[in-house]
T-cell receptor
Framework: AQKVTQAQTEISVVEKEDVTLDCVYE???????LFWYKQPPSGELVFLIR??????QNEISGRYSWNFQKSTSSFNFTITASQVVDSAVYFC??????????????FGTGTQLKVEL | DAGVIQSPRHEVTEMGQEVTLRCKPI?????LFWYRQTMMRGLELLIY????????DSGMPEDRFSAKMPNASFSTLKIQPSEPRDSAVYFC???????????????FGQGTRLTVV
């Protein structure tokens, strides 16, 4: 069975601080995708990133960066110089395979990030 | 592109009534997913369609729930009879799956907030 653990239920930071959201996953599959989604207070789910199990390269997109380590089954997400607009619930998710159901997602429980002035 | 469109955005109904949630996937996408979000269970996959055919309905909670996809541009999720514990946000998502290629990432609709009183 697949499982995604986001141990941090809630994180509060002051604007401009860096913050890392942790994600640990369990799967017996050799091929899979890992995802991060953002859910702002308005409620929609916004896709942030997808990485496949063969690509452990870290990725940076503006203030966002992701660290994928298969050795520790982790896919952590860092926001640099956080802003109030980053306040949201962030979900890590895991898929079954890369094709044919690559979006059948097992979600973690989410981390509520609050960025204050 | 208008994205995944769900209707209604909010639904309040009385226990025992039939409820139908609707979803229009992104044009050209051939896979569709229904997810449910509750405080107790988080985000969970209910059913997955590919090319209008239900592929995996193992997440459908019970016989009161049914989903259909009569064509590539429309899907419904029906609850009959509804119960207070069905109160949740229901998300529809769509993606494209091509033979031999990784699936595209899924894009989510804005969700339908269902309240059963």
């Amino acid at each position: 069975a697949q499982k995604v653990t986001q141990a941090q239920t809630e994180i509060s930071v002051v604007e401009k601080e860096d913050v890392t959201l942790d994600c640990v996953y369990e799967t017996r599959d050799t091929t899979y995708y890992l995802f991060w989604y953002k859910q702002p207070p308005s409620g929609e789910l916004v896709f942030l990133i997808r990485r496949n199990s063969f690509d452990e390269q870290n990725e940076i997109s503006g203030r966002y960066s992701w660290n994928f380590q298969k050795s520790t089954s982790s896919f952590n997400f860092t926001i640099t110089a956080s802003q109030v607009v980053d306040s949201a619930v962030y979900f890590c998710a895991l898929s079954r395979g890369l094709t044919g159901g690559g979006n059948k997602l097992t979600f973690g429980t989410g981390t509520q990030l609050k960025v204050e002035l | 592109d208008a994205g995944v469109i769900q209707s209604p955005r909010h639904e309040v109904t009385e226990m025992g009534q039939e409820v139908t949630l609707r979803c229009k996937p992104i044009s050209g996408h051939n896979s569709l997913f229904w997810y449910r979000q509750t405080m107790m269970r988080g985000l969970e996959l209910l059913i997955y369609f590919n090319n209008n055919v239900p592929i995996d309905d193992s997440g459908m909670p019970e016989d009161r729930f049914s989903a259909k996809m009569p064509n590539a541009s429309f899907s419904t999720l029906k609850i009959q009879p509804s119960e207070p514990r069905d109160s949740a946000v229901y998300f529809c998502a769509s993606s494209f799956e091509g033979y031999g290629f990784p699936d595209t990432e899924a894009f989510f609709g804005q969700g339908t907030r269902l309240t059963v009183v």
